[in-house]
Structures are given as C-alpha cells and as structure tokens.
C-alpha cells in the first residue's frame, strides 16, 4: 500500500525515495524504541497508520483540512519518519536498538533533508509539515525552534502541518505498547 500510494503521486524524485525505503530497512524498523510500534516493522506500521488517520480526517474535516492534496497527505503521512530508518533497528535478540552514528540531526529535519536528498520535490508547505510534526513539546519555549514553530504556523501550510501533527498523534497512542 506504501508502495502503490507514494508511486501514485507521480512526484518527480518518488522512485529513488522508494527505492531508500527499502534499501534502508524501512519496512523492517521498528517506529520507535520504547513508545509506539517498537517492533519489526513497527515504522511502515505506523507511517501507514498516520496516512490513513489524515485521510479520515480531511473527510471528516472538510472545512479544516478539504484544501491539502492527497499527494501531500501521501507524501508527508508516509514519509515523515523516514530517517527513523537510519537509526532504529531490530537487534538479534528482537529487542529494538537505536544508533546516532549517521547523521546525527532531529529527526524531523533529517527526514526532510533525505528526502531532499533524493531527489524529491517537496513544497515548502510539505517540508514544514515534516519537519513540525512532532508539535511544541520537542523544543524549549523562548528557543529558536519555538520561534521557527510558530512561525510556520503562521504560513499558507499551517493546515498541513496540523493535520500530520493530530494523525501521528492519534496513530502513535493508536499503538502504545
């Protein structure tokens, strides 16, 4: 399905993404270490869940949400963990680990850089949305990230970025362990 729906948008740079995603374990990561989808496969579990709850939630939200593509939803719902590749795995053990060596940077902006990367082409409201959806919680208030925060609050894709901000969030604790 993560296939079929990324391959769909027709977005220039959507083969190399695909083909990362499963080079870079992907669809084996768990989504996280010890919070949602801490298992195989955990992260495409959870990426698939945070696409379906956007989808249900423009339909159900017209008003809020009737404007943001599909393509948009796709690719910010499906993608916004993409780094999480990178760094969590499944030890021998089945036991999740997790290993800062590459690229050591949020992970919000390194999913947006890796897909930048590769070639995708992102909207500007695309990558605000990547990159903030993990809401205020992750940054000190008074910082430069919490002015940044607010900020893209402020801008033409401030939907987009609430609607993956409320779908992770529903699809995270969908999952708790």
């Given at each position: 399905?993560?296939?079929?729906?990324?391959?769909?948008?027709?977005?220039?740079?959507?083969?190399?993404v695909?083909?990362?995603?499963?080079?870079?374990?992907?669809?084996?990561?768990?989504?996280?270490?010890?919070?949602?989808?801490?298992?195989?496969?955990?992260?495409?579990?959870?990426?698939?869940?945070?696409?379906?709850?956007?989808?249900d939630?423009?339909?159900?939200?017209?008003?809020?949400?009737?404007?943001?593509?599909?393509?948009?939803?796709?690719?910010?719902?499906?993608?916004h963990?993409?780094?999480?590749?990178?760094?969590y795995?499944?030890?021998?053990?089945?036991?999740?680990?997790?290993?800062?060596r590459?690229?050591?940077?949020?992970?919000?902006?390194?999913?947006?850089?890796?897909?930048?990367?590769?070639?995708?082409?992102?909207?500007?409201?695309?990558?605000?949305?990547?990159?903030?959806?993990?809401?205020?919680?992750?940054?000190?208030?008074?910082?430069?990230?919490?002015?940044?925060?607010?900020?893209?609050?402020?801008?033409d894709?401030?939907?987009?970025?609430r609607?993956?901000?409320?779908?992770?969030?529903?699809?995270?604790?969908?999952?708790?362990?």
């Amino acid at each position: 399905i993560i296939i079929q729906t990324l391959s769909a948008t027709g977005r220039p740079g959507m083969d190399r993404v695909l083909a990362e995603l499963e080079q870079n374990g992907f669809y084996e990561a768990p989504g996280s270490i010890k919070y949602h989808s801490n298992y195989k496969g955990g992260l495409a579990e959870h990426s698939l869940a945070v696409y379906r709850c956007a989808m249900d939630l423009k339909r159900k939200d017209p008003k809020a949400f009737g404007r943001i593509s599909d393509e948009s939803i796709a690719i910010t719902a499906l993608l916004h963990d993409i780094c999480k590749a990178d760094v969590y795995f499944i030890r021998n053990d089945g036991t999740p680990g997790k290993s800062l060596r590459k690229f050591p940077i949020g992970h919000g902006e390194k999913s947006v850089i890796m897909l930048l990367r590769l070639g995708l082409a992102l909207s500007e409201e695309e990558m605000l949305a990547i990159r903030w959806h993990m809401k205020e919680h992750t940054f000190k208030k008074g910082s430069a990230d919490a002015d940044n925060y607010y900020a893209a609050l402020k801008t033409d894709g401030s939907s987009l970025i609430r609607l993956i901000q409320m779908a992770d969030g529903m699809a995270a604790n969908a999952n708790k362990d």
